[in-house]
């Protein structure tokens, strides 16, 4: 499969609208009630960027998802708020989220996912990959390639989080 090692019948397919009770459940399985984001704030990513945005299944039941978008050299985009827009000069690509389950993660899940967004941020040509790393998921994005960059982050990430990047090479 494109984009990393994953489980037996792992299948990934572009998000659809439909999809969203699912992925606001596997939000919640997956960061309680610290980060549940709305379906309108979803909805809009995925309206703004459905080429940047995936589902993945195992069985035939939704286990992860991502969410990223076009994004510009400055900074992350705020959380709980619909993107009005996305930036007319997009120099990277930006991951907002992915989630996995808690009974499918450790079986190449979010690998897969984050292979299919590096896939599509390569091909728009970005020169990057950003995305802002909660507390605890800093390590996974590091081994991903991605670092730490100096930034303010607006309000809601939580302490602890970061920004970081990846460049992309071809």
């Not at 990513?45 to 939704?62: F, I, N, T, V």
């Given at each position: 499969m494109a984009g990393g090692s994953a489980a037996a019948g792992l299948s990934l397919r572009p998000l659809r609208t439909a999809d969203l009770p699912a992925v606001l459940a596997i939000q919640r399985a997956a960061y309680g009630d610290g980060y549940q984001e709305s379906d309108v704030?979803?909805?809009?990513?995925?309206?703004?960027?459905?080429?940047?945005?995936?589902?993945?299944?195992?069985?035939?039941?939704?286990?992860?998802?991502?969410?990223?978008h076009p994004w510009s050299d400055v900074g992350a985009p705020p959380l709980h708020a619909p993107l009005a827009a996305l930036p007319a000069q997009a120099g990277h690509g930006f991951l907002h989220d992915l989630a996995v389950?808690?009974?499918?993660?450790?079986?190449?899940?979010?690998?897969?996912?984050?292979g299919r967004v590096r896939g599509?941020?390569?091909?728009?040509?970005?020169?990057?990959?950003?995305?802002?790393?909660?507390?605890?998921?800093?390590?996974?994005?590091?081994?991903?390639?991605?670092?730490?960059?100096?930034?303010?982050?607006?309000?809601?990430y939580g302490e602890g989080a970061c920004l970081m990047e990846r460049a992309l090479r071809d």
């Open positions: 704030v979803l909805g809009r990513k995925l309206e703004l960027a459905p080429r940047a945005c995936w589902l993945a299944q195992a069985a035939g039941a939704a286990v992860g998802y991502v969410f990223a389950l808690p009974m499918a993660r450790g079986q190449g899940v979010a690998v897969a996912l984050f599509w941020s390569s091909g728009e040509g970005h020169r990057g990959l950003r995305l802002v790393a909660l507390a605890d998921a800093g390590p996974f994005w590091a081994r991903q390639g991605f670092s730490v960059l100096p930034a303010t982050l607006p309000a809601g």
